[in-house]
């Protein structure tokens, strides 16, 4: 078993980073030139959408460096030092992490959705109306604080927190290249794999598109679990109460400011549960 100072020195020096950076300089290259080809041709933007996208970006970056860093690591040490056994760390527990990962990931995407408490959280990336690139960019600034309490099945299965975290960024990294509309089919890929055409439908407000494929990378899980829906006609995206704001500072939180408004309305103190922790659309008889 690693020790804390040993799974320290790997976020460190460990040279996947080499890896992990490769894959995001390629995705901030494909989004910058997703953004010259827009404007320099007639595809329709939301420009000020856009620009909220990559400011939300940076203020990311300084959140999620705390949050997964810092907070993340301690927070999953006590589990990893809880149970007796570990899996070790070569290429081919790293594939295995990965897939670990992934069918996390389809768990907390979907939980995400269902409690509104972390529906605020996630809402973030949903609440554009346009679709392209920056959306991938469009990510609560605040949800890698919570982000690692999913990871504690992974953790009591084996995995240290370096893997864990490493594979889930993966899983994350991955999703990038499908926030477009300029790919539309890829033929038997859409069946299997999170795809351009598989990740609309996601974002979709169309009714039928509503809580279907949440898929990081392997489209099994939403086929093993009923989620998953093909894309069959245009996709409307955005919330189903669209926030009509570009201020990235109100993208990020309006949500939690609806939820404090529902609790101030509520009689009794598991109706404030209820709101806070329970379904999407839960409200009270007396609403």
């Known amino acids: 078993m690693l020790s804390v100072e040993e799974i320290t020195a790997l976020f460190d ?59 993340g690591v301690v927070a ?4 990893y030092y809880l149970v007796p056994w570990e899996i070790p760390m070569n290429i081919w527990m790293f594939f295995l992490a990965l897939i670990a990962a992934d069918f996390t990931y389809y768990w907390m995407h979907r939980i995400e959705h269902e409690h509104r408490i972390l529906w605020a959280f996630h809402s973030v990336h949903h609440s554009s109306q346009d679709y392209n690139l920056t959306i991938a960019l469009r990510l609560s600034i605040v949800e890698g604080f919570i982000g690692w309490v999913f990871l504690i099945p992974m953790i ?28 539309k089919t890829l033929g038997i890929l859409d069946r299997w794999f999170n795809t351009p055409s598989v990740h609309r439908v996601h974002h979709g407000s169309n009714p039928q598109y509503i809580d279907k494929n949440y898929a990081g990378i392997l489209l099994i899980w939403d086929r093993m679990f009923g989620t998953y829906e093909p894309e069959n006609e245009k996709v409307i995206y955005g919330l189903t109460k669209n926030i009509q704001t570009n201020n990235p500072i109100k993208i990020n939180f309006i949500e939690f400011g609806n939820i404090w408004k529902d609790v101030k309305k509520c009689r009794n103190m598991k109706d404030k549960m209820k709101i806070i922790f329970g379904g999407l659309i839960w409200k009270p008889k007396y609403f």
């Open 13 to 71: 020096v460990s040279p996947i980073w080499l890896v992990i950076g490769a894959i995001f300089i390629i995705n901030i290259t494909i989004t910058i030139i997703e953004m010259i080809v827009d404007y320099f041709s007639t595809t329709p933007r939301l420009w000020k959408d856009s620009a909220a996208n990559i400011v939300i970006f940076f203020m990311g970056q300084v959140t999620e460096k705390v949050a997964t860093g810092v907070i």
């Open 76 to 79: 999953l040490l006590p589990f």
């Open 156 to 183: 009591l299965i084996g995995f240290n927190p370096f893997m864990a975290i490493i594979a889930l960024i993966f899983v994350v990294q991955y999703q990038t290249w499908i926030h477009t509309n300029r790919i």
